[in-house]
């Protein structure tokens, strides 16, 4: 299958539904400082996420931990991409727990690069990190979007058992676009895979994934990963749109109208799903802890 790199002819600018503020508010300003004089830094920063000043005021961020540099290649991402070898930084443990603190986080989501030169591609270490502040802020829920760690069961049952609240893996996009869109070592049914292994060992801890669109995917093709992902058990799902980040990366062939992202939810909630994000800017962890106010809510 073909896919388009840059093509300045078919370069689309993007719609007004895509602009946004600039971060704004005292809560950002005195957080974002405060970040800064203690050396921490967040996903939210360092991806310029245009949703931060709302994530942040609700009390919820995202943290990467296992350094910056991935051992994987996406097509899509702009993440930096190397050998790291076996480079861990064991502060990642302490640091995140103060982010918690310094930031009165109620909700925060830890993600990390791909860590294949790893011989645990740093399941181990997530666990110690969720482990820390679950030691240090038993009130705050931990969310974890992770790596497939290659499938590996001992892994998988590492990761698991510090007990996050939710277990986030991303398909990414339809079976037919999968590769050369993600990583060749990544994989549509290996992520399906890996999300039914924890609905099955974990049922108690929800699942997770989010679908880009707008790389040339068909309104059939999502409803049949959303079929796929629902035969799994998988409670919530996010949409939103894919952006290149550089002339590198893969060319948008279309951008969703807000009421075309209104449909993916319904389409979504229909099928069972328990909670659905969906619109132009949202991001896996966009507003994460809306979850957690839908649950609190039916309780």
Same mark, same amino acid.
């Given at each position: ?5 840059? @093509?300045? =002819? ?5 719609? =007004? ?5 600039? &971060?704004? *508010? ?19 920063? =360092? ?72 011989? @645990? ?29 290659? *499938?590996?069961?001992?892994?998988? %049952? ?5 007990? &996050? ?18 990583? &060749?070592?990544?994989?549509? @049914? ?5 999300? =039914?292994?924890?609905?099955? %060992? ?17 309104? &059939? ?5 959303? +079929?796929?992902?629902?035969?799994? *058990? ?25 009421? +075309? ?10 099928? *069972? ?27």
């Amino acid at each position: 299958m073909a896919i388009n790199y840059f @093509d300045k =002819e078919k370069y689309q600018r993007k719609p =007004e539904w895509l602009k946004v503020k600039l &971060p704004e *508010g005292n809560d950002y300003k005195e957080i974002r400082d405060s970040l800064h004089q203690k050396g921490l830094s967040t996903v939210c920063e =360092e991806a310029k996420c245009p949703n931060i000043s709302e994530c942040w005021s609700a009390r919820t961020a995202t943290v990467m931990i296992l350094g910056d540099t991935c051992t994987r290649a996406c097509k899509f991402c702009n993440v930096k991409t190397g050998n790291p070898k076996g480079f861990i930084n064991v502060d990642e443990i302490e640091n995140t727990s103060k982010m918690v603190d310094l930031m009165t986080l109620r909700y925060i989501v830890i993600t990390s690069v791909d860590r294949d030169d790893l011989p @645990d591609q740093g399941a181990g270490h997530f666990a110690a990190v969720i482990d820390r502040v679950h030691k240090d802020h038993p009130e705050t829920k931990v969310e974890v979007l992770i790596p497939d760690f290659s *499938g590996n069961a001992e892994r998988m %049952h590492l990761l698991a058992k510090s007990n &996050p609240f939710v277990i986030a893996q991303n398909i990414e996009t339809v079976r037919r676009l999968t590769h050369p869109v993600r990583d &060749p070592r990544a994989g549509y @049914d290996r992520t399906l895979g890996c999300l =039914e292994f924890y609905k099955t %060992h974990y049922p108690h801890i929800q699942t997770k994934t989010s679908i880009m669109v707008g790389l040339g995917e068909t309104w &059939p093709e999502i409803q049949e990963t959303l +079929e796929d992902l629902r035969k799994i *058990g998988v409670d919530i799902v996010t949409f939103g749109q894919y952006l290149q980040p550089t002339k590198r990366h893969l060319n948008v062939e279309k951008f969703y109208t807000p009421e +075309e992202f209104a449909e993916l939810k319904r389409m979504a909630l229909k099928m *069972g799903f328990k909670f659905v994000a969906s619109g132009p800017l949202v991001r896996s962890s966009y507003k994460a802890a809306d979850f957690l106010d839908y649950l609190e809510d039916k309780a």
